[in-house]
């Protein structure tokens, strides 16, 4: 069994949609936890940090964390085509492992208008 | 400032080469990582540096060794190349503040990327 699940889509949505992202994880380590987004093409870039269990909002993305259940989400509202991209959720733990992320599989989103 | 960069784009090996990946930053970040992505697996960790002068496995190190040349530069070899390390590999780097940040942020950037493809 993979340390963090993720369903790899593909997923489409309309334009204005709320768009929901969701990852399991294994390892009661985790203790930092990341959503990535990827072009086509391109490396990941970091959409949203979260270190403790709860709601974190940037803009139309809302990051959840449920420790106790080892699952966390990604909510985007009013998606747009530029949400197009892969999602991935990452994931460390803290001691001697902080700064070695373990990654979801990735989710393949695309809004269509 | 631009980030992170590789070379090459890309590079098509035979069975059996070796190569090396080329990897620079110029953040002045302490952490240095090498990840591959292949379809519907993520990203791996192969082997990271956390500062400069050291190095360490990740999840998937076998076939791969690293040097940490100085501070901004960290190259990925493949002595004796093989069709299941065709992937694209990636590249990322971090301040690294650690565990005793209290939780802040610790982003890693990554780079463009290399495709490389092992007949």
């Known amino acids: 069994q993979k340390e963090v699940e993720q369903d790899p889509g593909p997923l489409s949505v309309p334009e204005g949609a709320i768009v929901s992202l969701n990852c399991t994880y294994s390892n009661s380590a985790f203790q930092y936890f990341m959503w990535y987004r990827q072009y086509s093409r391109k490396g990941p870039e970091l959409l949203m940090y979260t270190y403790s269990s709860g709601n974190k909002e940037d803009g139309r993305f809302t990051a959840q964390v449920d420790k106790s259940s080892k699952y966390i989400s990604l909510f985007i509202r009013d998606s747009q085509p530029s949400d197009s991209a892969t999602y991935l959720c990452a994931m460390m733990a803290g001691g001697t492992s902080y700064g070695k992320l373990t990654f979801g599989q990735g989710t393949i989103l695309t809004v269509h208008p | 400032n631009a980030g992170v960069t590789q070379t090459p784009k890309f590079q098509v090996l035979k069975t059996g080469q070796s190569m090396t990946l080329q990897c620079a930053q110029d953040?002045?970040?302490?952490?240095m990582y090498w990840y591959r992505q292949d379809p519907g697996m993520g990203l791996r960790l192969i082997y990271y540096s956390a500062s400069e002068g050291t190095t360490d496995k990740g999840e998937v190190p076998n076939g791969y060794n690293v040097s940490r040349l100085n501070k901004r530069e960290f190259s990925l070899r493949l002595e004796s190349a093989a069709p299941s390390q065709t992937s694209v590999y990636f590249c990322?780097?971090?301040?690294?503040?650690?565990?005793?940040?209290?939780?802040?942020?610790?982003?890693?950037?990554f780079g463009p990327g290399t495709r490389l493809t092992v007949l």
């Open positions: 953040m002045n970040h302490n952490s």
């Open positions: 990322a780097s971090s301040e690294y503040r650690g565990p005793i940040s209290g939780g802040a942020r610790d982003e890693q950037f």
